[in-house]
């Protein structure tokens, strides 16, 4: 018999005391007794029997949320092909309903607080946000809005967006959202797909110690949404209402109990939109019941979230994370919004959120983690985190360097949870789990009621082994149809195209045996030598580690000859200069950190990495550019947060030629 190879160490294991404590250790025995779940086995067999028996969990998740149906359901799953599962058909019920029922038990507790660069925290009690919703949502109704119309928003992370957005929902309005530094152009993008009948505006925003104007930008929305109704005028920087608009305390001031329209369950919540790299964004449509029950299995098991934890989670309006964070009203949970920049006034600034708000579960983005490590921030010495039990991670996998500075600078005994989803289901499909071991680099498991799974080109499953992120079982939270997709077919190529009737998400993942995830980056742009496919994220965690690196991208283009170009191209940091010397630690690093295999054929200066709006370093059309596309066919030019440095690469393509 051959030995087992040894098991890693975990980084950080949950005491006994947590694991009894947590919300899905108490939702598994009740499980076990009501609804046939696995009492034993923990996580594993828990994860097992939800995917094994898709209904039966589904319908313990209703159960043990009180998820309230004003019409009950059929049954759990309709037609279970996927696209178009049809989920819990004959259902009406209301999402904003649900994330208001705190108000009932604890109208004087804190429903939203939140901070801006001043970091004055403002406060919004359970009872202050109903009155809201409900006035906000009585004037709506009086405005002609229906159950179906588009509500929209251009603003930043503030209570009025929240506030909107449950309006919207209590009305049954499809809410739609941009945040202010979107330029006009790509807002209209996105908005003029949908055609709104409301626009919720402010008048600038304040970012980075600076104020920000926007009244033209409103102007021309305004000017380019012709089926605008209203325009409803928010003065964060306290300008007066442009003419013709309303104003949000006028529509805000009455004290009306909310009235919630029950709606089917996959009647539309909101739509998001995927930063399309090419044509025009998706614009991804989310139901109300699908959010509903995905949201409270995720917030309330998997974030272990409840009425005494404080959610924080950095993002903006224009990310699905923006509505992920507002669910965690459904759970009872005080929710923190921050608008601003991260660093300011430095680097360490969301950490001073954090003890300031007493947040119990801190969200951010790996890039940030990796950026506070790079500037000596100290964030245990410095703040007082003692209430910090979580730190997530999203937007790109979380480095090994990365946990380890999180469990020596923020604490020993922090949960780190590296979380991936998409915008596509605006939620995880691998992640979080309190009851899990944390291993470095490594999601701690696939989410409950997902059947994840790496396969290879020809569906074959994988363990151990890279494959493509796939997802076997229909999830609540799958867009109901993308906004003007007639035929589905856009939506049906966007995923479907490569397994029949499978979930294909283009992220290159690892399943191992000890049943954790590793996510390698994008398959779509991923880099394949010589056959063998290596993720780019593994290239920027080790080139990013060097000190004169301030960030990377690598592309690996196959050429007209047959052959495979890998360039690799670095922003220096203020000083460096890209010498031979340069050059070659950068190569020995990855050869050394890595394989031989991934040494790039170049390593080439840039004036900087091009991004998406979201913030994600765009592989894809600038490997597209370096095999000749024209720059109007490689990128939608709205997707991007500075077309000038593609126009860089475009330029070097032709030199290149």
Known sequence: MSTAAPQPQPLWQPGPDRVEAAAITRFQSWAAERHGAPAEGGYEALHRWSVEHLETFWEAVVDWFDIRFATPYARVLGDRTMPGAQWFPGATLNYAEHALRAAADRPDAPALLAVDETHETRTVTWAELRRQVGSLAAELRALGVRPGDRVSGYLPNIPEAAVALLATAAVGAVWTSCAPDFGARSVLDRFQQVEPVVLFTVDGYRYGGKEHDRRDTVAELRAELPTLRAVVHIPLLGTDAPEGALTWSALTEGDTDPVFEQVPFDHPL??????????????????QGGILVEHFKQLGLHCDLGPDDRFFWYTSTGWMMWNFLVSGLLTGTTVVLYDGSPGYPETGAQWSV??????TLFGTSAAYVMACRKADVHPARDHDLSQVKCVATTGSPLPPDGFRWLHDEVGEDVWIASVSGGTDVCSCFAGAVPTLPVHIGELQAPCLGTDL???????????????????????????????????????????????????????????????????????????????????????YEVVERLPEIRESLVIGAEQPDGGYWMPLFVHLAPGASLDDALRDKIKRTIRAELSPRHVPDEVIEVPGIPHTLTGKRIEVPVKRLLQGTPLEKAVNPGSVDNLDLLRFYADLARTRG
């Open 270 to 287: 909101w739509v998001l939109y995927s930063s399309g790299t090419t044509g025009l964004p998706k614009a991804i449509v989310q139901s």
């Open 354 to 359: 954090a003890e300031r708000t007493g947040a």
């Open 453 to 539: 799974q790496a396969w290879d080109p020809q569906g074959k499953p994988l363990t151990d082994e890279v494959g493509e992120l796939v997802v076997t079982n229909p999830m609540p939270s799958m867009p109901i149809h993308f906004w003007n997709d007639p035929d589905g077919s856009r939506y049906h190529d966007s995923y479907f195209d490569t397994y029949p009737g499978v979930w294909r998400h283009g992220d290159w993942i690892t399943l191992t045996s000890r049943g954790s995830v590793v996510i390698h980056g994008r398959s779509d742009s991923t880099l394949n030598r010589q056959g063998v496919r290596m993720g780019s994220a593994d290239i």
